[in-house]
């Protein structure tokens, strides 16, 4: 099925350890970001890209980097894990950026602890 | 940058009865407006969007309207469902700070709407 593909769906780290949000996309859509959702924050935009080999830092970025070596692909990396970033994380895509309309995955449950 | 408010942060209405949600945008330049329904353990699903060259816009039991002179937008349900039951979140494009002339969505905090049967 097409859509936002993202793995894993629930992760436990330990303060300062580090992974990789994995985030894979077939609709060939050159805009891909991702955000953080925390309870009463709403969605925040951590890191976006508008094309393959092209990132961007967004409203919450400190903490996290980003990759965009395909149009399919956009891999989310925590450096140093912190209990702060405790979050679900939703990666979307679309066409046009924030002009269109996005397509978002089911998201990953990270608990550092 | 673009900041988006939504209102109220939760609402509860009974079956059949109508839901509205409102947010506020800052960004004139702003263009692009979608709602989005998340349903529990679920990301989030656009449900209906509208361009800031029309005012009103409705699919089914769902409608939006837009008024750029005051910069807010708002989310109607009609004859509300327990199905309706979910977070709604608005948002709207920031073109300013993020993306060029593509832009980012910026998201307002959400709604948790609860449909009584």
């Known amino acids: 099925n097409a859509g936002v593909t993202q793995t894993p769906k629930f992760q436990v780290l330990k303060t300062g350890q580090s992974m990789t949000l994995q985030c894979a996309q077939d609709?060939?859509?050159?805009?891909m970001s991702w955000y953080r959702q925390d309870p009463g924050m709403g969605l925040r935009l951590i890191h976006y890209?508008?094309?393959?080999?092209?990132?961007d830092q967004g409203e919450v970025p400190n903490g996290y980097n980003v990759s965009r070596s395909t149009t399919e692909d956009f891999p989310l990396r925590l450096l140093s894990a912190a209990p702060s970033q405790t979050s679900v994380y939703f990666c979307?895509?679309?066409?046009?950026?924030?002009?269109?309309?996005?397509?978002f995955g089911s998201g990953t449950r990270l608990t550092v602890v | 940058g673009e900041n988006v408010e939504q209102h109220p942060s939760t609402l509860s209405v009974q079956e059949g009865d109508s839901a509205v949600i409102k947010c506020t945008y800052s960004?004139?330049?702003?263009?692009?407006f979608p709602w989005y329904k998340q349903e529990l353990g679920k990301g989030p699903q656009l449900i209906i969007d509208?361009?800031?060259?029309?005012g009103e816009k409705k699919d089914q039991r769902i409608a939006v309207t837009l008024n750029k002179t005051a910069k807010h937008f708002s989310l109607h349900i009609t004859e509300t469902q327990p199905e309706d039951s979910a977070v709604y979140f608005c948002?709207?494009?920031?073109?300013?700070?993020?993306?060029?002339?593509?832009?980012?969505?910026?998201f307002g905090k959400g709604t948790k709407l609860s449909v009584k049967p």
């Open positions: 509208i361009r800031s060259n029309v």
């Open positions: 979307a895509s679309s066409h046009g950026g924030g002009v269109s309309r996005y397509t």
């Open positions: 609709m060939n859509h050159e805009y």
């Open positions: 890209s508008v094309g393959a080999g092209i990132t």
């Open positions: 948002a709207a494009s920031d073109l300013v700070n993020y993306g060029g002339s593509q832009g980012n969505l910026i």
């Open positions: 960004d004139s330049a702003s263009n692009y």
